[in-house]
């Protein structure tokens, strides 16, 4: 069990349990139960409130701070409202002191349950940012690291030659992220580099690559099959590429037959 949780349970079980046997709790259950089982169920309301929602808003700048101390006002205005009902302690040689101390416990658990929750709602939601943020980055650094890996492994030297803005420009295969065509256009994406467009058929495209490493997975997109990380009957997924391609149905074979 994560540590965040563990202090969760020690406050909600051994902290919060051993503050309100601070006040005469027996006496007040014997003659009003409902009320303080009701302000029971209050308190961890707030906190709860604090814990999942408030200390997270922090988060989010000022307008996020501003949030939290409105809610915050209108918790201890409603505490405050509570704090006005009339309670009565048939027995009790000083009804006042009773009425303060009852009162005063109220503030105390009310002020209790803030001063955890919103706290530990804010650590918590900036160690669950952090821990995101470094599973991302590792994600990211795995991506990379398989995608250098099959690039060595695909990287043959070969070039494709494209006529562009009235020149011919020489393309790495293996810098080749996939081709897209519309009409009578191919335009290469290409890593690390600008796009290059080039006013010829996508299907003319496929006839100047090595045979067997690149497959038409759609009537608009051609795709290097080393570079193909996943895929399914509706797309594939290429390393390096953050956007997933689509299959087209006249095309499914051609994905099929290439591993």
């Given at each position: 069990?994560?540590?965040?949780?563990?202090?969760?349970?020690?406050?909600?079980?051994?902290?919060?349990?051993?503050?309100?046997?601070?006040?005469?709790?027996?006496?007040?259950?014997?003659?009003?139960?409902?009320?303080?089982?009701?302000?029971?169920?209050?308190?961890?309301?707030?906190?709860?409130?604090?814990?999942?929602?408030?200390?997270?808003?922090?988060?989010?700048?000022?307008?996020?701070?501003?949030?939290?101390?409105?809610?915050?006002?209108?918790?201890?205005?409603?505490?405050?409202?509570?704090?006005?009902?009339?309670?009565?302690?048939?027995?009790?040689?000083?009804?006042?002191?009773?009425?303060?101390?009852?009162?005063?416990?109220?503030?105390?658990?009310?002020?209790?349950?803030?001063?955890?929750?919103?706290?530990?709602?804010?650590?918590?939601?900036?160690?669950?940012?952090?821990?995101?943020?470094?599973?991302?980055?590792?994600?990211?650094?795995?991506?990379?690291?398989?995608?250098?890996?099959?690039?060595?492994?695909?990287?043959?030297?070969?070039?494709?030659?494209?006529?562009?803005?009235?020149?011919?420009?020489?393309?790495?295969?293996?810098?080749?992220?996939?081709?897209?065509?519309?009409?009578?256009?191919?335009?290469?994406?290409?890593?690390?580099?600008?796009?290059?467009?080039?006013?010829?058929?996508?299907?003319?495209?496929?006839?100047?690559?090595?045979?067997?490493?690149?497959?038409?997975?759609?009537?608009?997109?051609?795709?290097?099959?080393?570079?193909?990380?996943?895929?399914?009957?509706?797309?594939?997924?290429?390393?390096?590429?953050d956007t997933p391609l689509p299959v087209g149905r006249?095309?499914?074979?051609?994905?099929?037959?290439?591993?």
């Amino acid at each position: 069990m994560k540590n965040g949780y563990l202090l969760d349970i020690i406050f909600c079980i051994v902290l919060m349990p051993g503050m309100m046997f601070l006040f005469p709790v027996g006496e007040w259950l014997l003659w009003h139960p409902s009320y303080v089982a009701f302000y029971i169920l209050w308190v961890y309301a707030v906190w709860l409130l604090c814990r999942k929602v408030l200390g997270p808003l922090l988060h989010r700048g000022w307008r996020g701070a501003l949030t939290v101390i409105s809610a915050l006002f209108l918790l201890a205005a409603a505490t405050f409202l509570m704090t006005l009902t009339s309670v009565s302690f048939p027995e009790a040689e000083n009804v006042i002191g009773r009425m303060a101390l009852h009162e005063r416990a109220m503030w105390v658990l009310l002020l209790t349950a803030i001063a955890n929750g919103v706290p530990v709602g804010f650590y918590r939601a900036q160690f669950k940012e952090m821990d995101q943020e470094k599973q991302e980055s590792e994600t990211e650094r795995m991506a990379r690291e398989a995608l250098e890996t099959r690039r060595a492994q695909a990287d043959t030297g070969e070039e494709v030659q494209v006529k562009a803005d009235y020149k011919t420009i020489h393309i790495p295969l293996s810098t080749i992220q996939y081709i897209s065509g519309r009409n009578n256009y191919a335009c290469f994406h290409l890593d690390n580099r600008e796009d290059v467009v080039s006013q010829i058929p996508l299907k003319d495209v496929l006839s100047q690559l090595p045979e067997g490493r690149f497959v038409r997975i759609h009537r608009s997109y051609i795709v290097p099959v080393w570079r193909i990380d996943k895929r399914n009957a509706s797309q594939v997924i290429l390393l390096g590429v953050d956007t997933p391609l689509p299959v087209g149905r006249a095309h499914k074979d051609n994905l099929k037959n290439n591993g």
